[in-house]
């Protein structure tokens, strides 16, 4: 009964779902601070609990998972500097946020690639928020070990790290570019600083949230996001944005979608051509030829269309089937994909913008049997990767999520992400 109330008020007020995170965790964060508190009835925890704001800090403390290390799916990173870059004013620093930060890795990664990048430490701001005091303290304290490298991708600790007592520190021009705030995702009291941003990393906490919550966040992060802004989330949660009215950047494993009306978006890369390599960034004549409308199949227009290639005109379907799902029009986006089927026959990308159109209105089973179809036709089809993990995960199969997650971090390696 206790319990109860304890795993609900930790979904009030930070959005942890027990059944996503699994109640072992919240049972030892519990036992943990009974112990700390020399209480050993849950029924005097709770009152205490009740009356006293620094220890529902302390059990939130102890609760979250603060899993992150340097340079994270490094290819979210390069998207970034990208973004940055294509958004330059002069007299004005690119905005960026890491909302959750955690112990600081995420946001000294993102002020080392904005300095590889070539901007200099006028051209951005960094703010960093995070719901755990603990987790801030240890960003703050900047002294990290072994586990916040991972992977083979190191070389930065060279030229931004020096040694310090306990591990290695950011030099101070990576410490100075990053502003720690105390704050929660859900809390719209929270100042998080002069939004709206040009950038938001908001990657590995959706994961830990029950659909709702999701729904809500996505909504909260709509707010923080400029209209033309980038929004990167972790590999798990990349099926979540497109739901929201983002439109995905399409850049392989960086996660990245953009805040803007789908149809009006800039294609990042062309579609299908790029998906297991570095991005390459499309010349602009190319992407407007995907992006342009189909014509209908008669009269002069016809006549226009079939002196179009028809891989071309393949390629414009499935740009305007991905318009149409990314408008949210899921109906719409599934009569056009069973056309394009028909018209153009199988291919991994149909059975995967399918899948999304169905995983956005939860008919989980059929999105999966076509996430797989997908896979099957193409084994390194990232975005199928991602969703389906994502979708297996939410059923409980956390085996099969892993394994895929664990393709997917493969994939990343061999291709250099
Ligand atoms: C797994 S870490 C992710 C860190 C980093 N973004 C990354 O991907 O490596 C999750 C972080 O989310 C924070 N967190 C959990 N709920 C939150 C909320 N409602 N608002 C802000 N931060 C939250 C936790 O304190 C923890 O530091």
């Known amino acids: 009964m206790m319990f109860g109330a304890v795993e609900q008020?930790?979904?009030?007020?930070?959005?942890?779902?027990?059944?996503?995170?699994?109640?072992?965790?919240?049972?030892?964060?519990?036992?943990?601070?009974?112990?700390?508190c020399q209480i050993s009835e849950l029924q005097d925890y709770w009152q205490l609990l009740a009356g006293s704001p620094s220890e529902l800090q302390e059990l939130i403390n102890a609760v979250v998972v603060?899993?992150?290390?340097?340079?994270?799916?490094?290819?979210?990173?390069?998207?970034?500097?990208?973004?940055a870059r294509a958004r330059m004013r002069p007299g004005q620093p690119i905005m960026l946020l890491s909302l959750p930060c955690s112990t600081g890795e995420e946001p000294y990664s993102m002020a080392m690639?904005?300095?590889?990048?070539?901007?200099?430490?006028?051209?951005?701001?960094?703010?960093?928020?995070?719901?755990?005091?603990?987790?801030?303290?240890?960003?703050?304290?900047?002294?990290?070990?072994?586990?916040?490298?991972?992977?083979?991708?190191?070389?930065?600790?060279?030229?931004?790290?020096e040694a310090?007592?306990?591990?290695?520190?950011?030099?101070?021009?990576?410490?100075?570019?990053?502003?720690?705030?105390?704050?929660?995702?859900?809390?719209?009291?929270?100042?998080?600083?002069?939004?709206?941003?040009?950038?938001?990393?908001?990657?590995?906490?959706?994961?830990?949230?029950?659909?709702?919550?999701?729904?809500?966040?996505?909504?909260?992060?709509?707010?923080?996001?400029?209209?033309?802004?980038?929004?990167?989330?972790?590999?798990?949660?990349?099926?979540?944005?497109?739901l929201h009215g983002f439109a995905s950047a399409r850049l392989p494993m960086a996660f990245a979608f953009t805040n803007v009306e789908?149809?009006?978006?800039?294609?990042?890369?062309?579609?299908?051509?790029?998906r297991f390599g570095p991005a390459t960034p499309a010349p602009i004549s190319d992407?407007?030829?995907?992006?342009?409308?189909?014509?209908?199949?008669?009269?002069?227009?016809?006549?226009?269309?079939?002196?179009?290639?028809p891989s071309e005109r393949a390629a414009q379907s499935l740009a305007s089937v991905e318009r149409t799902a990314n408008a949210g029009r899921v109906a719409e986006a599934k009569e056009l994909a069973r056309t394009h089927l028909g018209e153009y026959g199988p291919s991994a990308e149909i059975f995967y913008l399918l899948g999304l159109a169905q995983d956005a209105e939860d008919a989980r089973s059929e999105a999966i049997q076509n996430y797989r179809k997908a896979l099957y036709l193409e084994p390194r089809h990232q975005e199928a990767l991602a969703h389906l993990a994502l979708l297996l995960r939410k059923q409980g199969d956390i085996a099969g999520a892993e394994a895929l997650t664990g393709r997917l971090g493969r994939i990343g390696k061999r291709s250099g992400t």
């Open 113 to 161: 690639a904005m300095f590889d990048a070539g901007f200099g430490a006028q051209d951005f701001k960094i703010d960093a928020v995070d719901v755990s005091t603990g987790n801030l303290a240890a960003a703050e304290r900047a002294v990290y070990g072994r586990n916040s490298f991972r992977g083979d991708f190191l070389e930065f600790r060279g030229r931004y790290l």
């Open 66 to 83: 603060p899993e992150t290390w340097f340079f994270r799916d490094r290819e979210a990173f390069t998207a970034m500097t990208r973004h």
């Open 164 to 242: 310090a007592e306990g591990g290695l520190r950011p030099e101070v021009r990576v410490l100075k570019q990053v502003r720690f705030r105390l704050g929660n995702l859900f809390d719209p009291a929270a100042s998080y600083g002069p939004a709206p941003y040009d950038i938001i990393f908001c990657r590995n906490l959706l994961i830990y949230f029950n659909r709702n919550l999701q729904d809500r966040a996505l909504v909260c992060l709509k707010t923080l996001l400029a209209p033309d802004g980038l929004l990167l989330v972790g590999p798990a949660e990349s099926g979540l944005p497109i």
């Open 287 to 309: 992407v407007s030829k995907v992006l342009s409308p189909i014509r209908p199949a008669s009269s002069n227009a016809a006549k226009v269309e079939r002196s179009v290639h």
């Open 262 to 274: 789908p149809a009006k978006a800039p294609r990042m890369v062309a579609p299908s051509k790029s």
């Open 9 to 36: 008020l930790l979904r009030e007020k930070i959005g942890l779902d027990s059944g996503t995170v699994g109640l072992s965790v919240i049972r030892h964060a519990l036992r943990e601070r009974m112990s700390a």
